[in-house]
C-alpha cells in the first residue's frame, strides 16, 4: 500500500496538479475579454502590468486596507498561508522524497521549525473553522463545500503531526497522510482551492481594471 | 390565464425590449408611481432560454471566476454602506446578495421564476448602487459592484427593471437625454441663459456647435431641465477664463440612467450620440459637467461600449473639477481670498470619478483655493462611503426607504467632521445630502463647485459691466 500511494498515486495526483492549474491559468487567460469586461487589456498593457502588479504586490504582502481593517482574520490568514505552503515544501523528509525520485533537492528548514508551522496551519484553520460558524456575516456566505474545502487543506496537516509525532500507528497514519496530500493535489484545480493560482490571475485582472480605466492612467489607481 | 394574455396585449407596460416611441414612454408615464407596472410585473414570465443564451455568451473567465473562487471569508460585509446603515444585517453583505442572486441563477442555467427574479430586481436596484467600495476590500479582487451591474443587465433583458428606470431608458432612447429634453429646448434653454445674465457680463455668450473650440463641454440633462443656472454659471466661468468653447445641440448629454438600467444596447446609443458631436465638432477636448455618473458612463466605460479598443474618448476628456483645477493654478480664475468659506468644510467624494477614475487629488487640490477649514470624511477618497444614492437609487421609489436607511452612514460620516458645510461636485451626491438633510436635519448646507467659486471669483475690469 505504501509503495501505491508513494509511487504511482504520487505521480498522478502530481500531473493531475500541475497540468489541471495550468489548464486553469490558460482557460482564465482565454476567457478575459476586452469587450465585455471593459478593460483596454492589450492596447494599454502597460498600464495594465503595472496595476496587475501593484495590486499582487499589495495583498501578497499585508499592505492593503483590509489588514489594517481586520488584523486579526488578515493575520491569522496570512499565518495560515505561509505556513502552509513553506512547511511541506522544505520539510526535510519531503525533500528527501523529492530527491530518491527526481534527483534533485533544496534547502530545507529544521523539523522542529516545520512542527511549530503545522501546529501554526491546525490552529489558523481551526480559527477559521470557528469564524464560519460564530460570526453571523460569515455564517450566512458559509457553505459545506467551505467546510470540506478546509478539511481537504487542513488534513494532511492533522495527519502529518500524528504520522511524525508517532502518536499512533505510524506506518498507517503515513499512509493517510500521503494520501490526504494527494487528495489536496489533486482538489486544487476542482475545487475553490483553485484560488491558489487563480487568486493570482483574479488580483492581476482587477488591477488591469483599475490601472487601465478606472485612474491608473491619472497617475493614481486604487489605494488597495 | 387566457385573460393575463390579453391584459398584456392591452396594457404591455412590462417588457423585455426598451422603450423606443414616445407613445409607450407616455402611456408608462401615465401609471403614476409605477403601480399598474409592477402588478404586471408580478405575473410576467421569465423567458428562461434566452436567460440561459445570455448567460452562456457573456458570464466569461472574469465573472466565473469571481463566482468560483469567493471564499466566503466575509471581508466585504463592512465595506458597504447598506450592511452598516442595516444593524449588520447579514443579509446585506456583499458577498451574499451576489451569491443568491448571480451565483443562483448560474447554478441553476437560468431556469428561474418570477419570484426569484423580483428578489434579483430587489437587490440589484435596492440594496446595492454599484459604488464598487467592497470589491477594494476583498483579498481576492473580486468587484461585486461589477457583477450587481451585470446582474442588472440580466434583469432588464427580462423586463425586471425598476418602472423609473425603464423610463429612463426608454428617455434615452426616444429624446436622447435621461428627460425629455428634445434639440431645441436645448438650444434654447442656452439662448435664455446667456440673455438672462448678459447685463451683468457683458459679452456671455453660450457657442452653439461651434466647430474646433478649445473645449466641447457637455451636461446632464437636469441642468437644462430642472436648474439652467448651472449652464449659465459654466458659461459665466468659461466666459471669465477666456477660454474657447461649444455646447453642440446634439451629443449634449453626458447621463446614461440607461447604464444604471442595465440597457446595454441604450448605453452604445446614448455615448455615441456624444462622440459623433465630438467628431462633428472637432474639439481639443471635452469637458463634462459636475457629475458622477456622466463622467463613469461615457468617459471610462463608454467607450468601450462604442467599441474602442483602447478604451478612450475620440477627444480627450476632463471631469469638471480637473478644468476648474487647471483654470485655478495656471491663473486664469482668480479667486478673492478674504471670500473662502469660513466654517468648517467637508468633501463628498464621488465613487464614479473618484473610486473609478481617480480623481482623489484633484478635488483636494482646489479645497485650499475656497475652504479656510477644510476637514477629511474619516474614510476619503477612494476609500469614501457611496452617498447612498448612487447606481440610480435616488430615483427609485420602490427602494426609498432603503436608500434612506442607507444615508445615515454619510450623515454619521459627515457628522464626525463637524463640518457644516459639504462639497458635492456630483448630481447623485447632490441629490443624495438634499434628501439626507431633508430627512435628517442636521442642520448642513451642500453645494457644487460652480456657485461657490461665482461667489469668490475676482472679475478682471474689462470684464465687468459698465457703470452707468
Redo the contacts between chains.
Keep these: 500500500m505504501y509503495e501505491f500511494v508513494r509511487g504511482p498515486l504520487a505521480l498522478i495526483s502530481f500531473a493531475i496538479f500541475f497540468i489541471g492549474i495550468i489548464v486553469r491559468v490558460v482557460w482564465y487567460v482565454k476567457g478575459l475579454d476586452w469587450r465585455l469586461d471593459r478593460v483596454a487589456y492589450l492596447e494599454k498593457a502597460d498600464y495594465g502590468i503595472r496595476g496587475a502588479l501593484k495590486s499582487i504586490f499589495h495583498w501578497i504582502l499585508p499592505l492593503n486596507h483590509t489588514t489594517a481593517n481586520h488584523p486579526i482574520f488578515m493575520g491569522a490568514t496570512y499565518l495560515f498561508h505561509i505556513c502552509l505552503l513553506t512547511a511541506p515544501l522544505l520539510l526535510v523528509a519531503h525533500v528527501m522524497l523529492i530527491e530518491e525520485s527526481w534527483g534533485i533537492s533544496w534547502p530545507t528548514i529544521p523539523d522542529t521549525i516545520a512542527d511549530y508551522m503545522t501546529l501554526a496551519v491546525i490552529a489558523a484553520g481551526g480559527f477559521l473553522f470557528a469564524r464560519r460558524l460564530v460570526l453571523p456575516y460569515v455564517k450566512i456566505l458559509t457553505t459545506g463545500s467551505d467546510f470540506l474545502v478546509l478539511f481537504i487543506a487542513l488534513a494532511p496537516f492533522i495527519t502529518g503531526f500524528i504520522a511524525y509525532h508517532q502518536l499512533m500507528g505510524y506506518k498507517f497514519w503515513l499512509i493517510v497522510h500521503i494520501l490526504c496530500g494527494e487528495i489536496m493535489l489533486i482538489a486544487i484545480p476542482f475545487t475553490k482551492l483553485s484560488h491558489f493560482v487563480l487568486f493570482f490571475c483574479s488580483r492581476a485582472q482587477i488591477g488591469m481594471d483599475y490601472g487601465i480605466k478606472r485612474g491608473g492612467q491619472k497617475g493614481r489607481g486604487v489605494a488597495w | 390565464m387566457a385573460e393575463e394574455a390579453k391584459e398584456q396585449i392591452v396594457a404591455p407596460l412590462v417588457t423585455r425590449v426598451p422603450i423606443k416611441t414616445k407613445e409607450e414612454l407616455d402611456t408608462l408615464l401615465a401609471d403614476r408611481q409605477g403601480r399598474g407596472y409592477y402588478k404586471e410585473l408580478d405575473a410576467f414570465p421569465v423567458d428562461t432560454e434566452a436567460l440561459k443564451k445570455t448567460l452562456e455568451a457573456?458570464f466569461?473567465?472574469?465573472l466565473?471566476?469571481?463566482l468560483?473562487?469567493?471564499?466566503?471569508?466575509?471581508?466585504c460585509?463592512?465595506a458597504c454602506h447598506f450592511?452598516i446603515a442595516n444593524d449588520?444585517d447579514?443579509?446585506q453583505?456583499p458577498?451574499?446578495k451576489i451569491?443568491s442572486t448571480l451565483g443562483e441563477l448560474v447554478k441553476k442555467k437560468g431556469n428561474v421564476d418570477n419570484a426569484f427574479m423580483q428578489y434579483c430586481m430587489d437587490t440589484a436596484w435596492g440594496k446595492c448602487t454599484c459604488c464598487n467600495r467592497c470589491?477594494?476590500?476583498?483579498?481576492?479582487?473580486?468587484?461585486m459592484g461589477a457583477m450587481m451591474s451585470y446582474l442588472r443587465g440580466l434583469c432588464f433583458s427580462q423586463g425586471f427593471v425598476p418602472y423609473e428606470l425603464k423610463i429612463g431608458s426608454g428617455m434615452h432612447w426616444v429624446y436622447k437625454a435621461q428627460m425629455d429634453v428634445t434639440v431645441q429646448d436645448f438650444v434654447e434653454t442656452c439662448e435664455w441663459m446667456a440673455e438672462e445674465y448678459e447685463d451683468d457680463w457683458p459679452g456671455l455668450n453660450i457657442p452653439v456647435d461651434k466647430e474646433n473650440a478649445d473645449i466641447l463641454y457637455t451636461i446632464n440633462a437636469r441642468e437644462p431641465k430642472h436648474y439652467p443656472e448651472d449652464i449659465a454659471e459654466a458659461a459665466i466661468l468659461f466666459h471669465l477664463t477666456g477660454e474657447n468653447w461649444t455646447v453642440p445641440s446634439e451629443g449634449w448629454e453626458e447621463t446614461s440612467l440607461v447604464m444604471f438600467a442595465g440597457d446595454w444596447a441604450g448605453c452604445k446609443m446614448q455615448v455615441e450620440s456624444v462622440f459623433e458631436a465630438m467628431e462633428r465638432l472637432k474639439p481639443k477636448r471635452m469637458v463634462v459637467t459636475e457629475c458622477g455618473h456622466a463622467h463613469r458612463a461615457t468617459v471610462?466605460?463608454g467607450p468601450?461600449?462604442a467599441?474602442i479598443?483602447?478604451?478612450d474618448t475620440p477627444v480627450p476628456t476632463q471631469h469638471y473639477v480637473e478644468w476648474l483645477l487647471e483654470v485655478l493654478e495656471n491663473g486664469k480664475l482668480k479667486l478673492d481670498p478674504s471670500k473662502k468659506i469660513k466654517e468648517p468644510v467637508t468633501l463628498q467624494d464621488p465613487c464614479n470619478y473618484v473610486?473609478?477614475?481617480?480623481?482623489?487629488?484633484v478635488t483636494r487640490k482646489i479645497m485650499p483655493y475656497i475652504a479656510e477649514d477644510f476637514r477629511e470624511m474619516a474614510q476619503n477618497?477612494?476609500?469614501n462611503f457611496c452617498c447612498s444614492g448612487g447606481g440610480g437609487m435616488n430615483a427609485l421609489g420602490r427602494y426609498r426607504e432603503q436608500r434612506n436607511i442607507g444615508l445615515r452612514v454619510k450623515r454619521d460620516q459627515i457628522l464626525a467632521t463637524g463640518a457644516k458645510f459639504v462639497v458635492s461636485a456630483c448630481h447623485n451626491c447632490w441629490d443624495a445630502l438634499r434628501d439626507l438633510e431633508e430627512e435628517y436635519k442636521i442642520g448642513m448646507k451642500w453645494s457644487f463647485l460652480k456657485p461657490i467659486i461665482l461667489k469668490m471669483v475676482i472679475v478682471p475690469d474689462h470684464l465687468k459691466p459698465k457703470a452707468e
Design positions: 457573456t466569461k473567465s472574469r466565473k471566476t469571481w468560483k473562487i469567493c471564499a466566503h471569508c466575509g471581508m460585509a463592512d450592511y449588520n447579514p443579509e453583505v458577498s451574499y451569491q470589491g477594494m476590500y476583498c483579498p481576492h479582487g473580486i468587484d471610462t466605460e468601450y461600449w467599441g479598443k483602447s478604451g473610486r473609478n477614475a481617480g480623481l482623489a487629488e477618497r477612494e476609500q
